[in-house]
Every structure is written in structure tokens, then in C-alpha cells.
């Protein structure tokens, strides 16, 4: 079993920033990937950005590439998500998650493909 535990989350006005963690327990070392996905009030569940916790390969959603930076601190167990350039459509409750799939050769971005989700937390960008 693998503990996510997100924090970070907040209010802030349109142009601004927000750095979420992702701390994670237990058997870590069974999750070769951390995600991170977004939900937004009638909407499903999206990708927003993925790392590989042993070569620090990166994936990110077109919505944000340029704007947001995932990144890790293998001693600390702990995922960010750095947000530059917050927009209203960012608003939603991000969620990061964690897969098991340890013979996966690419970064995975479909919610099904992760097993471990935290409780998520709320970002809210004013205009």
C-alpha cells in the first residue's frame, strides 16, 4: 500500500503561483510513477503532469506545459507541482496518484492506469 497525502492548495488571483506536495508512504518503491490529475466542478477527471521517481523523465498535459513543473525529492518521498501563470480554468482539486506498474515503459497519463490516489486539494484562481 502506497499514502498520499497532497497540501499546497489555495486561493489566488489570475497570474499567480502555487506549490502543491505530494508526500508519500509505505511501500514506496512498489510506484515508479507519480501523477498528478485535476477535477473541475461537472467535469471528469484530467491529466495534468507525471514524473518517474528514478530517472526524473516528466510528462505534462498541453493545457500546462510551459506553466507548470512536476518535480521530486526522493529523500523526502515528496512530488511538487510547481503552477506559474495561474488561470481561472485551473481551478479544480488536484489529486495526485501513484501506479504499481513497474514494467511500464512510458509515462502514464489515464487515471485508470494509476492505483493510488490522495484526498486531493482545492486550488481556486480569481479573475
Known amino acids: 500500500q502506497v499514502q498520499l497525502v497532497e497540501s499546497g492548495g489555495g486561493l489566488v488571483q489570475t497570474g499567480g503561483s502555487l506549490r502543491l506536495s505530494c508526500a508519500a508512504s509505505?511501500?514506496?518503491?512498489?510506484?515508479?510513477?507519480m501523477g498528478w490529475f485535476r477535477q473541475a466542478p461537472g467535469k471528469e477527471r484530467e491529466f495534468v503532469a507525471v514524473?518517474?521517481?528514478?530517472?526524473?523523465?516528466?510528462s505534462y498535459a498541453n493545457s500546462v506545459k510551459g506553466r507548470f513543473t512536476i518535480s521530486r525529492d526522493n529523500a523526502k518521498n515528496t512530488v511538487y507541482l510547481q503552477m506559474n501563470s495561474l488561470k481561472p480554468e485551473d481551478t479544480a482539486v488536484y489529486y495526485c496518484?501513484?501506479?504499481?506498474?513497474?514494467?511500464?515503459?512510458?509515462?502514464?497519463?489515464?487515471?485508470?492506469?494509476?492505483?493510488?490516489w490522495g484526498q486531493g486539494t482545492q486550488v481556486t484562481v480569481s479573475s
Open positions: 496518484a501513484a501506479d504499481r506498474d513497474l514494467y511500464r515503459r512510458y509515462l502514464p497519463s489515464r487515471a485508470i492506469e494509476y492505483t493510488y
Open positions: 514524473i518517474n521517481w528514478r530517472d526524473g523523465n516528466t
Open positions: 509505505g511501500r514506496t518503491f512498489s510506484s515508479p510513477d
